[in-house]
């Protein structure tokens, strides 16, 4: 099935998020978005646009003020607390600036820590944690601590722990922002050997060169869609 047909993975219908009561300030105003397995995404816009509110809307980080955001079809609204939980740590993975890495953990364990509460073994969370890594080219890493690394290979750490649950989705906010140019390069190819089939990568970034890297580019102003464009053909 080609990225953009069936079932969206994820769809924002309507959405507005207002914050504050007596001077309301609309984060994002009737937004209506629909996410496939398979697409690669990026979000972009200037500061303020919405891009975060965005990010924690998809990643079911924050409800809507109004509208539906519906994950797999089910209405991330009408959960409760404990199952949207599950639903987020079952379905999304999530990738930040900051790589957010314990510092006393190997590569592997950090990568582990997404496994956990999970009724595996230690032995099945250790397998799966390190065929996350060897496929992000980290193997020989694996028993390193991240002050023994590079940016660009904590960076590669902290992908390898959000797909390492096998999720639907990949939430990917600013990605390249704390790297350099060779390993903002060498993180980026390794965004792009992530999409598969089954699983859909967004990127929210400021980085025209970033945002180029994706397939399909929407573009935010004001707390509004104002652009959704294909940027490169999928085949």
Do not use: W
Request: glycine share 10%; hydrophobic share 45%; net charge negative.
């Amino acid at each position: 099935m080609r990225p953009g047909t069936g079932e969206p993975l994820i769809e924002l219908e309507s959405v507005s998020r207002v914050y504050g009561d007596e001077v309301p300030v609309y984060a994002l105003r009737d937004v209506s978005l629909q996410i496939h397995a398979g697409e690669f995404v990026s979000i972009v816009g200037p500061s303020g646009s919405g891009k975060s509110t965005m990010l924690g809307l998809l990643g079911c980080l924050d409800l809507p003020t109004s509208g539906t955001v519906r994950v797999a079809g089910r209405d991330v609204a009408e959960m409760e607390d404990a199952a949207r939980s599950r639903l987020r740590g079952d379905s999304i993975g999530f990738v930040f600036q900051q790589f957010h890495l314990i510092p006393h953990l190997t590569a592997l364990g950090n990568v582990e820590t997404a496994l956990l509460y999970r009724g595996l073994t230690a032995r099945q969370r250790h397998e799966r944690a390190y065929r996350a890594l060897a496929e992000l080219g980290l193997a020989a890493r694996a028993t390193h601590r991240p002050v023994q690394m590079s940016g660009g290979e904590q960076q590669r750490v902290a992908l390898a722990r959000a797909i390492v649950t096998e999720p639907l989705m990949v939430l990917a906010d600013e990605p390249t922002g704390a790297l350099d140019s060779v390993n903002a390069a060498h993180v980026l190819d390794t965004l792009q050997g992530l999409t598969s089939p089954e699983r859909a990568l967004v990127i929210v970034t400021h980085e025209p060169v970033v945002a180029a890297t994706a397939d399909r580019r929407v573009s935010m102003r004001d707390g509004r869609i104002v652009g959704d464009d294909v940027v490169a053909v999928v085949s």
